[in-house]
């Protein structure tokens, strides 16, 4: 709560990469990863909170009788390193090859200390099935470490790291190949048959936990500093054994893809991490179908799904169990098929969001394809939002602006109210700025001071709210107020042409002709030779009464747009 130092979360890291905030995240990052180059990939094992719910889950299992058994995927194994270069890699590749004349890296600025700490946290809601599926179901069905194995994108880092570190677990003579090492690693590392291969554990999965250590009954092993792995010629006579053959692992890749696709976001709910840990799980359970139909015998744990061809009642419960997953799974993807048109379609939208918002019917602005892109988006989020279990908190803002732009400024702001209810932060303030902006075009001023109020509780700094709060005002005969506001508005950022003709235009009408004259000479200054802006403005002042220099701003607009495009409205035409 409060000013306070920010998350310790190395995916805060993409923050300083994309936008250059040094945070405390991406500083214990860089040291874990630096630390790692050292002492090998140490941090998983002994600092990790996901490891530690691992850990945890694993334990309830045991007490329950079930021995996570581990899971071995050729394939899925490069999921974490993939997921790591993603998250903080193609960012940058993509500015560089979008945005080629901007700086690869943006200017640090010191973010080290936060007065909103929860953020970037998802809310306790998704919380909460996050680690259910993240521990409990991926330690079930893909063995101890699964999310590690399968899904943690900062393990990637650490691995590549641990290959090039000299601290190792190493052994001595005194081993006797006993395989007590072995049974007791939840890394799924062959310790016994590594260390007698090359004196040493190279598996990148190996977190330095120390069980092995402490349990070889030859004290044998013992973590110490020495050549990396990466120097150590590799060998073949270890035989690994997978859990998958080469179709199923092709089939395993393909349906984790899928399933990553379908359940990322959707909602805008689903987190970066517990997306790759519900396609681990929709991967397993989709092969194990698979195998549930095809082969004659099959077990899981001490149930046994399938003998002598028969399925037994443990497979038919496994099969609903699996069935309804994947069909969940499936269905969250038709949902994020929609919402992505629907998102798509709204980035397309050429029209300018200040121009859209000159009058309470913006429809002579719509370009054919915008008004194609409109009514595409509109229809695709609406039939996300009706076959959707849950309300998209991101969508509907979007939902409400096709509607806003289709002329329905009644129904966009009804939308835009249940957005903001399910909203919060930044996202919910844009949502009850843009209710206020709409209510006030509607002259419903009440409404939209407090609209607009709400969303400067929410985010203060929100100037564009301070702009359209100073007309409500103004337009409820609570001059000295908009004039306060207004004023405060200019002070945060003096660039702003609107709020200075506004403030222009009120000094004017209260005979400051000479504090008038300075905002003006200020608005002029900032206002973009464009004609539709100079409209826009006008259209703006117009209707707070400031007709002189509405009249203005008509006529510059006139003389912009020799070839009459502008609307005859305002320009004497
Ligand atoms: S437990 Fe010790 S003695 Fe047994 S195989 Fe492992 S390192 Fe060797
Ligand atoms: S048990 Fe040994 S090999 Fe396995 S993760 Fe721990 S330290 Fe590494």
Not at 446 to 457: G, K, Y
Request: with cysteine; hydrophobic share 45%.
């Amino acid at each position: 709560m409060g000013k306070t130092v920010s998350p310790i979360e190395p995916s805060e890291t993409m923050h300083t990469l994309q936008k250059g905030f040094v945070n405390a995240g991406f500083i214990f990052f860089s040291l874990a990863i630096l630390a790692t180059l050292i002492f090998g990939r140490y941090v998983c094992g002994w600092g990790c909170h996901i490891l530690a719910l691992q850990d945890f889950c694993g334990w309830l299992l045991k007490k329950m009788g079930l021995h996570p058994k581990p899971f071995r995927s050729r394939l899925l194994v490069y999921v974490p390193l993939i997921g790591a270069l993603y998250m903080f890699v193609w960012p940058t590749v993509y500015r560089l090859f979008s945005a080629p004349h901007e700086p690869l890296i943006p200017k640090f600025t010191n973010h080290l200390v936060t007065t909103n700490f929860w953020q970037t946290f998802p809310s306790v809601a998704v919380a909460i099935p996050f680690l259910f599926v993240c521990g409990f179901m991926t330690v079930y069905f893909l063995g101890q470490k699964g999310f590690c194995t399968y899904a943690c994108p900062y393990g990637g880092f650490f691995g590549l790291a641990d290959k090039l570190s000299p601290g190792k677990i190493r052994v001595t003579p005194a081993c006797n190949q006993c395989g007590h090492c072995t049974a007791t690693c939840t890394s799924n590392v062959l310790v016994h048959a590594e260390v007698k291969q090359y004196g040493m554990v190279v598996d990148p999965g190996c977190m330095k936990c120390m069980d092995c250590v402490s349990v070889c009954p030859n004290d044998a092993l013992y973590f110490g500093f020495g050549k990396p792995s990466i120097l150590v010629p590799k060998s073949d006579a270890i035989k690994r054994t997978y859990s998958l053959t080469w179709p199923e692992e092709i089939v395993g890749a393909l349906v984790f893809f899928g399933s990553f696709l379908a359940v990322r976001s959707v909602y805008a709910l689903v987190p970066f991490l517990m997306a790759l840990g519900c396609a681990t799980v929709t991967t397993f359970l989709t092969l194990k179908m698979w195998r549930l139909f095809r082969v004659k015998e099959l077990s899981f744990y001490r149930f046994n799904l399938k003998s002598a061809g028969k399925i037994r009642k443990a497979g038919w419960a496994f099969a609903a169990f699996a069935c309804a997953w994947i069909g969940l799974n499936a269905h969250s993807g038709w949902v994020r098929y929609h919402e992505f048109l629907g998102s798509r379609a709204f980035q397309k939208i050429q029209v300018p969001d200040e121009l859209a918002l000159a009058q309470a019917n913006p429809a002579r602005w719509l370009s054919p394809a915008d008004r194609q892109n409109i009514l595409a988006g509109k229809e695709h989020l609406q039939t996300a939002s009706k076959t959707g279990l849950f309300v998209n908190s991101e969508a509907l803002p979007k939902l409400a602006w096709f509607e806003y732009l289709l002329g329905n400024a009644e129904q966009s702001v009804q939308v835009l109210v249940q957005g903001a209810a399910h909203q919060k932060g930044e996202g919910k303030a844009l949502s009850l700025y843009y209710r206020g902006a709409i209510l006030n075009r509607l002259g419903r001023y009440d409404e939209a001071q407090a609209s607009l109020d709400e969303a400067l509780a929410e985010s203060d700094d929100l100037i564009l709210a301070r702009q359209e709060k100073g007309e409500s005002l103004w337009q409820l005969g609570r001059r000295d107020e908009a004039i306060s506001v207004w004023t405060d508005a200019a002070r945060r950022n003096p660039r702003l042409a609107l709020v200075n003709n506004e403030l222009a235009g009120a000094k004017q009408s209260s005979g400051k002709l000479e504090e008038a004259n300075g905002h003006e000479r200020q608005a002029d200054q900032f206002t973009p030779n464009d004609p539709l802006f100079h409209w826009m403005i006008g259209r703006r002042l117009q209707d707070l009464g400031m007709t002189e220099l509405a009249e203005k701003h008509f006529q510059r607009a006139a003389q912009l747009d020799p070839g009459g495009e502008m609307p005859a409205e305002g320009l004497g035409r």
